[in-house]
């Protein structure tokens, strides 16, 4: 009982944290690209570390079992891999798969990544070059540069939330409840417009609905790596590279693209790898449950 109380302590923190000023700024007319956004998403990456700090604190459960260890023993290493290179190359499928489908919007020169360079005062003679070292950056360094922020994240969904979930209802059902969370938790800034704008039909409600099923997907990869190393750290990597490349595929596509459909990982056809994956690390999160007993402590 105790167990479901800190469980719901922390979701309400971790939303009231996060909605109501984002309830606030939204009624304000703010909207996602404005100055203020960017430091209100900042501001919410480090708000489900805080929540569980400050349930840890109130409850005098302790900050034991925080997954700080790095998890490497036992061939845990491979799993920082999987972290590393899983959403790049999910990314990847998924915009390749895109573009068969959809071949005249394809623009293999970058038009649009180069728009942004040149109004960003990158001389033209210049620009080929900053593309390719953004690029690697956001391939090799991306997974790692942006960890600082998602484990503001990861450690309030995979290191708190998640092995509570999990003791009371298995692993299964703990990926299922923590990835639902998850995506409502995000609410406020899918109807600022995060990830898939305004203005389309079903706004904001269909968005919502749309980042709960991305985080469904993506919180069972997280969820997986989290179970088989019992370390935060392999989530906070595979968010980093997903924030570092999910927008790539954008800068080499032409004309409208809806984000419901791609080529970002957001949409259903950009997303299919993504999609592939979670179900298979969803079903081997429950068969290598059953067959020794670990519920993934972290």
Same mark, same amino acid.
């Given at each position: 009982?105790?167990?479901?109380?800190?469980?719901?302590?922390?979701?309400?923190?971790? &939303?009231?944290?996060?909605?109501?000023?984002?309830?606030?700024?939204?009624? $304000?007319?703010?909207?996602?690209?404005?100055?203020?956004?960017?430091?209100?998403?900042?501001?919410?990456?480090?708000?489900?570390?805080?929540?569980?700090?400050?349930?840890?604190?109130?409850?005098?459960?302790?900050?034991?079992?925080?997954?700080? $260890?790095?998890?490497?023993?036992?061939?845990?290493?491979?799993?920082?891999?999987?972290? &590393?290179?899983?959403?790049?190359?999910?990314?990847?499928?998924?915009?390749?798969?895109?573009?068969?489908?959809?071949?005249?919007? &394809?623009?293999?020169?970058?038009?649009?990544?180069?728009?942004?360079?040149?109004?960003?005062?990158?001389?033209?003679?210049?620009?080929?070059?900053?593309?390719?070292?953004?690029?690697?950056?956001?391939?090799?360094?991306?997974?790692?540069?942006?960890?600082?922020?998602?484990?503001?994240?990861?450690?309030?969904?995979?290191?708190?939330?998640?092995?509570?979930?999990?003791?009371?209802?298995?692993?299964?059902?703990?990926?299922?409840?923590?990835?639902?969370?998850?995506?409502?938790?995000?609410?406020?800034?899918? $109807?600022?417009?995060?990830?898939?704008?305004?203005?389309?039909?079903?706004?904001?409600?269909?968005?919502?609905?749309?980042?709960?099923?991305?985080?469904?997907?993506?919180?069972?990869?997280?969820?997986?790596?989290?179970?088989?190393?019992?370390?935060?750290?392999?989530?906070?990597?595979?968010?980093?590279?997903?924030?570092?490349?999910?927008?790539?595929?954008?800068?080499?596509?032409?004309?409208?693209?809806?984000?419901?459909?791609?080529?970002?990982?957001?949409?259903?056809?950009?997303?299919?790898?993504?999609?592939?994956?979670?179900?298979?690390?969803?079903?081997?999160?429950?068969?290598?449950?059953?067959?020794?007993?670990?519920?993934?402590?972290?």
């Amino acid at each position: 009982m105790l167990e479901k109380k800190r469980i719901w302590l922390f979701i309400a923190l971790a &939303f009231g944290l996060t909605w109501i000023p984002g309830l606030i700024l939204t009624l $304000a007319g703010m909207r996602y690209g404005d100055a203020l956004s960017g430091f209100y998403l900042m501001a919410c990456m480090l708000i489900p570390a805080l929540a569980s700090i400050l349930v840890r604190a109130f409850t005098k459960e302790g900050f034991r079992k925080m997954g700080w $260890a790095p998890g490497f023993q036992n061939g845990g290493w491979k799993w920082y891999l999987a972290a &590393f290179f899983g959403p790049t190359l999910c990314m990847l499928l998924g915009a390749v798969a895109y573009f068969l489908i959809f071949p005249a919007r &394809f623009d293999p020169s970058g038009a649009a990544m180069k728009a942004v360079l040149s109004q960003a005062g990158i001389p033209e003679a210049q620009i080929p070059l900053v593309m390719g070292v953004q690029l690697i950056q956001g391939l090799l360094i991306g997974p790692i540069i942006n960890v600082p922020f998602t484990l503001g994240e990861e450690l309030g969904w995979r290191s708190y939330l998640l092995p509570k979930l999990t003791g009371l209802y298995g692993q299964r059902k703990a990926i299922l409840l923590s990835g639902l969370v998850w995506g409502l938790w995000h609410a406020p800034m899918i $109807a600022m417009g995060h990830n898939y704008g305004t203005g389309y039909w079903g706004w904001p409600i269909l968005g919502i609905l749309a980042m709960v099923v991305f985080c469904l997907a993506m919180g069972s990869f997280e969820a997986f790596l989290t179970f088989r190393t019992g370390s935060v750290w392999p989530a906070a990597m595979a968010h980093s590279s997903l924030n570092a490349i999910t927008a790539t595929p954008v800068y080499f596509a032409l004309g409208a693209n809806s984000p419901f459909v791609g080529p970002m990982m957001t949409g259903l056809i950009g997303g299919w790898a993504l999609l592939a994956l979670a179900i298979l690390c969803y079903l081997r999160s429950g068969k290598e449950a059953r067959a020794d007993g670990h519920e993934g402590d972290v």
